[in-house]
């Protein structure tokens, strides 16, 4: 079946890099694009950007200049690095697959970062 | 950006009733090639990930139970849930992927008295 499963450290120092991993299973990085997508505590949800099928990505320019994605196809996994951590990026991380015209059709549990001295 | 206006923010109902959420997109999301609205509604219950109610702005998703609706085209749209029950306490969210960024609305807390 089709599962997502984010993994980074929960603990991040102000001003240094962010980085998380999205392990996937059930289908292939090359035929669904996958998605990340932030949510603060008791807040909204926030689309980061995305890893297409082809190996592209495209950014909200809100992160534009201090997000990454990248993945690894032979290991199924989908990386997100975001540099200059502040404490406003503290929140849930979510990484989902794009189900073509449906949407967001699978999540991951999602992983809670928080940025602190 | 096409910001997504949700409202109420929360509402308090007793199970058997009917809920109305509205969403307001700032521009159309009907796409014009496959005449479809890009509009998906979430449903976030506490402590879990968001789980996809409905696509195309009024397609459910499988496993979805047909006490939930989507409709609504253009700018604005609607989720109704038909005879509430306990279970379906949690936050639900319209998204558009029609133009990225996609976003997502502030969302409604639905609460079971």
């Known amino acids: 079946q089709v599962q997502l499963k984010e993994s980074g450290p929960g603990l991040v120092q102000p001003s240094q890099t962010l980085s998380l991993t999205c392990t996937v299973s059930?289908?292939?990085?090359?035929?669904?694009?996958v998605h990340w997508v932030r949510q603060h505590s008791g807040k909204s949800l926030e689309w980061m950007g995305r890893?297409?099928?082809?190996?592209?990505?495209s950014y909200n320019s809100a992160f534009t200049s201090r997000l990454s994605i990248s993945r690894d196809t032979s290991k199924s996994q989908v990386f997100l690095k975001m540099n200059s951590l502040q404490t406003e990026d503290t929140g849930t991380y979510y990484c989902?697959?794009?189900?073509?015209?449906?949407?967001?059709?699978?999540w991951g549990q999602g992983v809670m970062v928080t940025v602190s001295s | 950006d096409i910001v997504m206006t949700q409202s109420p923010s929360s509402l308090a109902v007793s199970a058997g009733e009917t809920v109305t959420i509205n969403c307001k997109s700032s521009?159309?999301?009907?796409?014009?090639?496959?005449?479809?609205?890009?509009l998906a509604w979430y449903q976030q219950k506490p402590g879990q990930s968001p789980k996809l109610l409905i696509y195309?702005?009024?397609t459910r998703e499988s496993g979805v139970p047909d006490r939930f609706i989507g409709s609504g085209s253009g700018t604005d749209f609607t989720l109704t849930i038909s005879s509430v029950q306990a279970e379906d306490l949690a936050n639900y969210y319209c998204?558009?992927?029609?133009?990225?960024?996609?976003?997502f609305g502030s969302g409604t807390k639905l609460e079971i008295k």
């Open positions: 998204q558009q992927y029609y133009d990225t960024p996609l976003t």
């Open positions: 059930g289908f292939s990085l090359t035929s669904y694009s």
């Open positions: 195309l702005a009024s």
């Open positions: 989902a697959r794009n189900g073509g015209y449906k949407g967001f059709d699978y």
């Open positions: 890893m297409w099928s082809d190996g592209d990505t």
């Open positions: 521009q159309s999301l009907f796409g014009s090639v496959r005449q479809k609205n890009y």
